[in-house]
């Protein structure tokens, strides 16, 4: 959250939050961020659909725009909505539109394009996310839930106060604790962990990069992607010295003995021994033992960040650190258990709201084809074909309609090069954005969106005391509209304008959204002023549950509140998931060796390991020509760190811009050598906006550096389909051809006008 002071129709500052106690440097990409020269001015529709209609094209992304009137652009858009629906009916309408967009609940873009749809009559939808593909879908089977992981997380106060060693796989990066979804008022994480060490608690930091945890930790740098090997040598450890607490596991779990027997190597003759577990991550066997010994003799809180499961067989990684945590017994005390996502958002360990938020309702979507959201390349490319998801056999819809609204997948899909492929399969690809992001550049109506800048919201989100009134700070950017006044005219077209408005104008909308809100807190003996000195106040603030600690009250009374598994218990063994069958994600937590990783026959080919982490200077890819971001470029380029003794072994200095490939792409990045990654890791963070050297050219290089060209595209597991962006192997040689310039924030080519207009 920040103050915004503006100037000429251009925001020119921000303030942080005042009480803020450590600001988000993300903030300095705002300025400037309205008048950009990355603005989609106006409605446009690709030249080769105005003129040869729907229909798959290879032109996507490598073609000219003609400007057209917003008459023009929702007629284009209302009678494509017909023609698809009518001939293809609406699971042809692939509105899976991932992404964060911006932080208001009424203008948020998934929310308005899905609510549009529905009235529409459905369309085909994706589940979970990027964030947590596998998480999202091995947690219900192992504690019952996977959001209550986060937002009813045990609090940053507890752990300040109660945790006598913090064991971190992930750390616990700051970077991603500046922001969380609906905007954040406040960033208690540096504190809390500040605090944890003054009273003599001690962080464990296991992850290939030193700074995941800032100030005094031990850091462990296993090979990275061997997590799991290296929880199973702990665990293996706790149960040969009858460390483990065993009446936690019988009263509170199911499926222990049987997860035992593998772990002691009874099931497959390979105990998983501390010395097994050093052959796997590098990790000396007698550190691995010392950890666990000094984990089963003080109050230990066993975290993992959500990146451990953005990876093949992502399911293990929280599954195993739950089972660590239930080994040690402290899950439901102070200061101890299991933690997920710590450093992941600014979410975990912050006090829920009890109240839902005023959110734009979406409605109800009659269609019931979904798919996994980081399958989209998959359902484009395979139509009809079947595949495995959480138990079910299900078959990718025939899209023949993408419609995307706030996200940007050459952000955040992997392997851009078979995403192109899939994208020029569909007859009409429909992007609403505000800038010309790669995703707008393949799309074939681009609908320009203003930003939250340009436009009066609410902002709250279900881990902070503050609901927001966010005050457009500018005007609209040239012919920008909100989303919501687009789908409006839409429908208005398609004679749904009623059922999609409700007869509110946006403005109506806040105050309807508010007013039912504020009944929910008055009918809580909580208080909040009418609408309108809410608005001229600028906040409200309100009840929020501190102090929590997660799964206290299922610790005090397993019976009363059980946990919503199968069990009612931690389910160490899922009768469900081993009922499936699928090679790739057994009945109990265990070791699978990744493709991408040191330890496999790949290295030889491709020796580096990257670890395609989110940025530390930009939310995702928003806003990347801003501030702060330019500041962190190395000759315009994405920095890609790496170890010393690896770029003298290459000839590299920092500065240097070099080529990072594999056998499915390759970009450009610039060199920052650093201590602080482990030897034989490169740290190339997303978001860097792709720009094709050839943009004609499916594989192309991207010039800037976006590690989704080298990222393989293959879901987590059968179980999940989730994505598994996070690592990958590279190999690195320096760049001596002549520096492409940097087109990506440059909007593509455009036509005068258009032969509508004329
Ligand atoms: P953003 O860059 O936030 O990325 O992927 P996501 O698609 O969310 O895209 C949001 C878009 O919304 C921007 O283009 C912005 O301009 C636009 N926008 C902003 N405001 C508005 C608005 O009001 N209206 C409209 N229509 N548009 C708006 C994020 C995803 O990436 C996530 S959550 C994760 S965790 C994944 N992480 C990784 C990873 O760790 N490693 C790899 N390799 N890949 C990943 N991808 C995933």
Redesign the pocket.
């Known amino acids: 959250m920040f103050e915004a002071v503006s100037d000429g129709g251009e925001v020119t500052a921000v303030r942080p939050f005042a009480g803020d106690a450590d600001p988000s440097p993300v903030l300095g990409n705002i300025p400037g961020s309205v008048r950009h020269r990355s603005r989609v001015t106006g409605p446009m529709v690709r030249r080769g659909w105005l003129e040869n209609g729907p229909g798959p094209s290879q032109r996507r992304g490598d073609d000219e725009y003609v400007p057209v009137s917003w008459d023009e652009l929702t007629t284009l858009l209302a009678n494509e909505f017909r023609r698809v629906i009518d001939r293809h009916g609406n699971s042809a309408i692939y509105g899976g539109s991932?992404?964060?967009?911006?932080a208001g609940r009424f203008?948020h873009?998934q929310s308005q394009v899905h609510r549009f749809l529905n009235v529409l009559g459905g369309y085909t939808r994706s589940v979970h996310?990027?964030?947590l593909g596998a998480t999202g879908v091995i947690m219900p089977h192992v504690v019952g839930t996977h959001w209550k992981l986060f937002a009813r997380s045990t609090s940053w106060e507890n752990i300040a106060e109660h945790t006598e060693l913090l064991v971190s796989f992930g750390g616990v990066p700051l970077k991603n604790t500046g922001i969380n979804h609906g905007g954040t008022s406040d960033h208690p994480t540096r504190g809390a962990l500040d605090a944890l060490r003054e009273r003599g608690g001690r962080i464990v930091s296991i992850t290939p990069l030193r700074d995941d945890v800032h100030g005094e930790h031990e850091w462990i740098a296993p090979v990275p992607g061997s997590d799991v090997a290296l929880m199973l040598g702990l665990a293996h450890t706790l149960v040969t010295e009858g460390l483990h607490d065993e009446d936690f596991l019988a009263r509170y779990c199911t499926g222990y003995d049987r997860f035992e027997r593998y772990l002691l190597g009874e099931t497959d003759g390979e105990p998983k021994s501390a010395r097994w577990a050093e052959a796997i991550t590098g990790v000396p066997a007698s550190d691995i033992a010392a950890l666990a010994r000094e984990m089963a003799a003080r109050r230990t809180l066993v975290t993992v960040t959500w990146?451990l499961q953005?990876t093949r067989f992502g399911e293990q990684a929280p599954w195993m650190g739950v089972t660590l945590a239930a080994m040690l017994g402290e899950i439901g005390l102070a200061g101890g258990g299991f933690g997920h996502g710590y450093g992941s958002m600014n979410e975990p360990g912050l006090a829920p709201v009890p109240y839902p938020l005023p959110t734009l309702p979406q409605g109800i979507n009659p269609v019931k084809t979904f798919i996994p959201v980081a399958a989209i390349s998959d359902m484009l490319l395979h139509p009809g074909e079947e595949f495995d998801y959480d138990g079910q056999r299900l078959t990718y819809p025939d899209v023949k309609l993408v419609h995307w609204?706030?996200?940007?997948?050459f952000?955040?899909h992997?392997d851009i090069g078979r995403l192109r492929r899939a994208l020029t399969r569909p007859d009409t690809i429909v992007v609403?954005?505000?800038?010309w992001?790669p995703m707008a550049k393949h799309a074939d109506i681009v609908v320009p969106?203003?930003?939250?800048l340009e436009r009066d919201d609410l902002s709250c989100t279900r881990n902070d005391p503050l609901l927001v009134a966010m005050h457009a700070a500018a005007p609209r950017h040239a012919d920008a509209r909100d989303?919501y006044d687009t789908f409006a005219a839409v429908s208005a077209k398609l004679g749904v304008a009623e059922r999609f408005t409700e007869g509110r104008t946006a403005q109506q909308w806040l105050e309807h959204l508010y007013d039912q809100w504020r009944d929910w807190v008055l009918r809580d003996g909580g208080e909040a002023p009418e609408f309108g000195e809410f608005w001229a106040r600028g906040h409200v603030r309100m009840r929020t549950e501190d102090g929590l600690v997660a799964f206290e009250d299922f610790r005090r009374d397993p019976d009363g509140h059980p946990l919503a598994t199968p069990s009612g218990r931690f389910e160490i063994f899922s009768d469900t998931i081993d009922g499936f069958g699928y090679d790739d994600c057994a009945g109990h937590p265990r070791w699978y060796a990744p493709d991408e990783w040191l330890g496999g026959e790949r290295a030889e080919r491709y020796a580096l390991h990257l670890v395609?982490?989110?940025p530390k200077t930009r939310?995702?890819?928003?806003l990347d020509h801003g501030g702060t971001s330019q500041a962190s470029k190395v000759r315009g380029r994405e920095p890609i760190r790496l170890y010393p003794a690896d770029a003298a072994e290459r000839a590299l200095s920092g500065g240097d811009v070099v080529r990072v490939f594999n056998d499915r792409g390759a970009c450009l990045a610039g060199v920052v050598l650093d201590d602080g990654v482990r030897r034989s890791v490169v740290q190339l963070a997303?978001?860097a906006w792709y720009d094709p050297l050839d943009p004609g050219d499916p594989n192309a290089m991207c010039v800037h550096g976006n590690?989704?060209v080298l990222?393989a595209d293959v879901g987590a597991s059968s179980l999940s389909q989730g994505?598994t962006?996070?690592h990958v192997l590279v190999e690195i040689e320096k760049w001596t051809g002549d520096l492409p310039p940097i087109r990506a924030y440059d909007p593509p080519p455009v036509a005068a006008g258009s032969r509508y207009s004329e």
């Open positions: 991932y992404g964060w967009a911006s203008h873009a996310s990027y964030s990146s953005r609204a706030g996200g940007n997948p952000h955040h992997q609403h954005d505000p800038y992001t969106s203003t930003t939250s989303d395609a982490n989110q939310l995702h890819s928003q997303t978001g590690p989704n990222t994505c962006g996070q």
